[in-house]
């Protein structure tokens, strides 16, 4: 084999190499997803604070200026349950399908596959203050919280247990 072969065998072996590690790798880390990836993934957002490890929560999350993120996981190495997203102090921003603001935050943050699912997300139902979408990526639970406005990104699969749990804790004391 000429050096030439050798050298464009190799070439394309590490091409071919770098496009399988590209597909894999996800391009937003969401839930169902490992914490680390979505730890290393939020470093890589402008808009993220810093996740850090937070017990009492039972997740990672932080406080970036008015934005609050969080992603829930049942051990520290886990898998994400849900990711949470909360604006305070910005009376234009609320998580509904129809508000602009929301889905360019979405899109800034993840990418405009998210934030156009959650636009054209359909309306469940409402529980308390959470009011339930389902996308056809995602599920998605809005509400109004104090001084603010709040999302959270939910598997598809998990939105029926979620609102089941949602039900429950409106007549039973659960832990927020």
Known sequence: MSKSCKFNYLFNVTLSAIAVILLVTPVNALPEQNISTVVKWAKTRPLLP??????????????????????DVTEENGI?????????????????????????????????????DFQKSRYITKVGRDQFYRGQKFAYI?????????LQIIPLNKLQDFIDNAKFCQTNQCDV
């Open 50 to 71: 810093t996740l850090r490890y937070n017990s009492e929560a039972h997740g990672y999350d932080g406080t970036k200026g008015n934005l609050y993120f969080y992603a």
């Open 142 to 150: 809005a509400a109004e919280v104090q001084g603010g406005s709040s």
């Open 80 to 116: 994400v349950n849900k990711e949470g997203i909360t604006v305070s102090g910005d009376k234009r921003l609320k998580f509904t399908t129809k508000n602009a603001n929301a889905v360019k935050l979405l899109q800034n943050i993840y990418n405009s596959n998210i934030g156009n």
